[in-house]
């Protein structure tokens, strides 16, 4: 098993990448020293394939687990089910001491790690990730939230995890559209930080995609340490976790217009990033080799790589500009300098629609 570190000086955690650690789960909490009552938080989808695992790996540990097992979907990623939550917790008896794990994909993720900062004034979260995107992106970094009507990820608290238990063995199970959509977060790193992580990309990206294990866990350990190091440098994203965003300005433009429904967040995203070498190639940023080599391994992937025609313009520079993160009509972009590089530029969604 490999393991790398999220470096928040006494909030330091370890992300532990595997090929059938799900087993090593009771131990890991044994180590971390928990309240012997705690709670598994996961899914009906998630739970059919990888709860048991998990039950029996914490009961050889000596844990005695309540689980909560909540609805699939996005839609459920809200105040309601949070509140469902913290009836279920009370029920269960878990106290200050006791810890929540996470098990699943982004959704359960985001809502157990707040459930967990905001529980009895915040107990200890663990994040067993599932998904690809969640074993690189969204398990590590402590972001944790629910929807509003209003808009998505509006209510949250940066809270982080006391340990990430990423088993690339669950990836076997997953759909494969959710899979590749995980892939373009896996791109992005190699396209903003990670020059030769691209490179084995596109050498065998076919070989993630058939889920070949030694490679799996060396592309998912090496995503964990970029995250992890951007993380550990700026972790409430005052300035350079801003980087991770690359291709989210697009992206969550056209989620947002496509009432998220089209597209999974990975193949926006993907959409985004193609979007955001060409605006990058239009600023004189970056020469047009590289948008192509970042086109074209999206593309063999499987994923989309143009915003649709009858999504350019106006409705997606206005789902720009109602973007959470834009201020004073202009969005601090992650443009493409070279392939490892990024830059921000500050640009309003006109010239960015203009640009694409
Ligand atoms: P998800 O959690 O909805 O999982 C996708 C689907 O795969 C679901 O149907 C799920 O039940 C199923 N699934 C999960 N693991 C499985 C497995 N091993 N085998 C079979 N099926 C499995 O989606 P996601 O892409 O993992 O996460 C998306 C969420 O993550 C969004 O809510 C997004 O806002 C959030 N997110 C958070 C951060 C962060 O930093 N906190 C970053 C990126 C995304
Ligand atoms: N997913 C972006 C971040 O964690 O900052």
Redesign the pocket.
Known sequence: MEVVHVELGARRYPIYVGAGCLSELGTRLGEMGCGVRMAVVT?S??AG??LEPALVSLRRAGFDPATIQIP???EH?NLAMLSRIYDQLIEAGIERSGALVAL???????LTGFAAATYLRGVACVQVP??L??QV??SI?G??GVNHVLG??LIGAFSQPRFVLADVE??R???PR?LT??LAEVIKYGVILDAPLFALLEDRIADVQALDRELLVEVVRRCCAIKASVVSADETESGLRAVLNFGHTVGHGIESITGYTRY???EAVAIGMVAAARVSRQLGLCGEPDVERVRSVLARCGLPTEVPAELRGEALARAMRADKKARAGAIKFVCLETIGTTRFERLSPEDIVKYL
């Open positions: 899914n989808t998630v394939h990888y699939d979907g996005e990623k699943g994909g982004g959704v359960v993720g985001d599932t998904t995107l969640a992106d969204s970094g972001k944790t998505k990820n669950t990836l199970t997953l759909p959710e959509a995980g999974l967040h990975g």
